[in-house]
């Protein structure tokens, strides 16, 4: 294994990391207009932020590690790196359901008030 090759991988670490909390920021941004979105944006944050220390807690180690503690520190980290993704995934997925539903209602009060300001006009 090496740094070499560690070290290699490492370079594009922090800007991978800058990448992921600027989509937060944008995510917390485009859905500033919306309470319900608050909650989830600050927990969205919180995982992603764990998920970078984990990242950046795992390479060091594995930089710095033989070949078999490499093999065993990589096998019990995939699980957790795993299921912190999931459950970035899964917050993801509710705000965007919930976005759409939104904009889904707002869609709906346009065409209401079009076809009222319609009828209003008409008679």
């Known amino acids: 294994i090496g ?3 560690a070290a290699i991988y490492l370079e594009g670490v922090p800007q991978e990391e800058a990448k992921a909390l600027q989509q937060v920021e944008k ?3 485009l859905t500033s207009n919306n309470p319900e979105q608050r909650e989830s944006v600050e927990k969205l944050r919180q995982l992603v ?3 970078i220390k984990f990242n950046t807690t795992k390479l060091v180690d594995l930089s710095n590690a033989d070949r078999r503690t490499y093999v ?3 096998l019990r980290g995939r699980h957790e790196g795993f299921t912190l993704m999931r459950q970035i995934e899964v917050v993801a997925a509710e705000m965007r359901d919930r976005e759409d539903r939104l904009l889904q209602a707002r869609q709906r009060d346009v ?6 300001s319609v009828l209003a006009i008409a008679s």
């Open 3 to 5: 740094s070499g090759g």
């Open 27 to 29: 995510i917390a941004s």
């Open 49 to 51: 932020d764990k998920k």
């Open 72 to 74: 065993v520190s990589l």
């Open 111 to 116: 065409v209401q008030f079009q076809f009222t």
